[in-house]
């Protein structure tokens, strides 16, 4: 999370250019809204289930991150990006939707918000920024503007444990079996999981084929690495046990 808006301030003062990250994690990890209070969640089920607990720059409510391909995408006004919410989200969860199709899964960006708003579990709401096959939804994505440089993120589900976020975020029974029933994973949508290798190769795909942008591998700057060190303070809530993503990846317009 600190890395994410560490890029993003580099693209907004002009020293880096549009960035596409990838990355999984090593252990399952709760990120919280921007604004969300900690005792909407489970803190001690956290630690007693080996979950760490982080809070993202962007708003929502709590997303365990686990068996999934988070992807990460900076960008501004200047390389094409609306400057509208909307317009925004509706131009990069383009580039979702064709890569969800890659996969063999036929998403669409939801029609209207809908689901739980009293509830801490980000999954049990939709919103127009999500991806849904049906009525059920595959993903989620959030935003946040600094000047004209947007920062979204988000992340391609393959398979999720409904029990542990149930326990982490203070679900109830019947909470659980709505999440159950109002969501779905990419494993639930073909049958089989694809592998992490072929989620990433279907989001450059999408973000190269439905943006019209070259992508080539990039690697962090050092003042993107030592922003990323001084913003730590601002993302850890639990459970710091060194580095967190895994198979970190930077992708860059050339």
Same mark, same amino acid.
């Given at each position: 999370?600190?890395?994410?808006?560490?890029?993003?301030?580099?693209h907004?003062?002009?020293?880096?250019?549009? &960035?596409? #990250?990838?990355?999984?994690w +090593? *252990?399952?990890?709760?990120?919280?809204? #921007?604004?969300q209070? &900690?005792?909407?969640?489970? %803190?001690?089920?956290?630690?007693?289930?080996?979950?760490?607990?982080?809070?993202?720059?962007?708003?929502?409510?709590?997303?365990?991150h686990?068996?999934?391909?988070? /992807?990460?995408?900076?960008? !501004?006004?200047?390389d094409?990006?609306?400057?509208?919410t909307?317009?925004?989200?509706?131009? @990069?969860c383009? +580039?979702?939707?064709?890569? /969800?199709?890659?996969?063999?899964?036929? $998403?669409e960006?939801?029609?209207r918000?809908?689901?739980r708003?009293?509830? $801490?579990?980000? /999954?049990?709401?939709?919103?127009?920024?999500?991806?849904s096959? !049906?009525?059920?939804?595959?993903?989620?994505?959030?935003?946040?503007?600094?000047?004209?440089?947007? @920062?979204?993120?988000g992340?391609?589900?393959?398979?999720?444990?409904?029990?542990?976020?149930?326990?982490?975020?203070?679900?109830? $029974?019947?909470?659980? #079996?709505?999440l159950?029933?109002a969501?779905?994973?990419?494993?639930?949508a073909?049958?089989?999981?694809?592998?992490s290798?072929?989620? #990433?190769?279907? %989001?450059?795909?999408g973000?190269?084929g439905?943006?019209?942008? %070259?992508?080539?591998?990039?690697?962090?700057?050092?003042?993107e690495?030592?922003?990323?060190?001084?913003? @730590?303070?601002e993302?850890?809530?639990?459970g710091? *046990?060194?580095?967190?993503?895994?198979?970190?990846?930077?992708i860059?317009?050339?």
């Amino acid at each position: 999370m600190a890395l994410d808006r560490a890029v993003q301030l580099a693209h907004a003062n002009g020293t880096s250019p549009p &960035t596409l #990250r990838l990355y999984g994690w +090593a *252990r399952p990890t709760l990120t919280l809204g #921007r604004f969300q209070h &900690t005792a909407s969640v489970c %803190l001690d089920q956290c630690r007693e289930s080996g979950v760490d607990v982080v809070r993202r720059f962007t708003g929502g409510r709590g997303v365990l991150h686990d068996d999934e391909v988070t /992807y990460s995408i900076v960008a !501004g006004v200047a390389d094409g990006v609306p400057r509208s919410t909307a317009a925004s989200y509706r131009m @990069l969860c383009g +580039a979702l939707v064709r890569a /969800y199709s890659c996969l063999g899964v036929p $998403a669409e960006l939801t029609a209207r918000p809908r689901g739980r708003r009293d509830s $801490a579990a980000c /999954y049990l709401h939709a919103t127009h920024a999500d991806l849904s096959l !049906g009525s059920r939804k595959l993903s989620g994505s959030a935003q946040v503007w600094l000047q004209e440089t947007v @920062l979204q993120h988000g992340s391609i589900v393959l398979s999720r444990d409904i029990g542990l976020e149930g326990r982490i975020l203070g679900l109830t $029974a019947d909470d659980e #079996r709505a999440l159950a029933a109002a969501t779905i994973t990419v494993a639930g949508a073909i049958g089989e999981p694809p592998s992490s290798d072929q989620v #990433r190769t279907a %989001l450059i795909g999408g973000v190269t084929g439905a943006l019209g942008v %070259l992508l080539e591998p990039g690697s962090y700057s050092p003042w993107e690495l030592e922003c990323a060190r001084g913003l @730590l303070g601002e993302v850890a809530i639990q459970g710091d *046990r060194g580095p967190g993503p895994c198979g970190d990846t930077s992708i860059r317009v050339e």
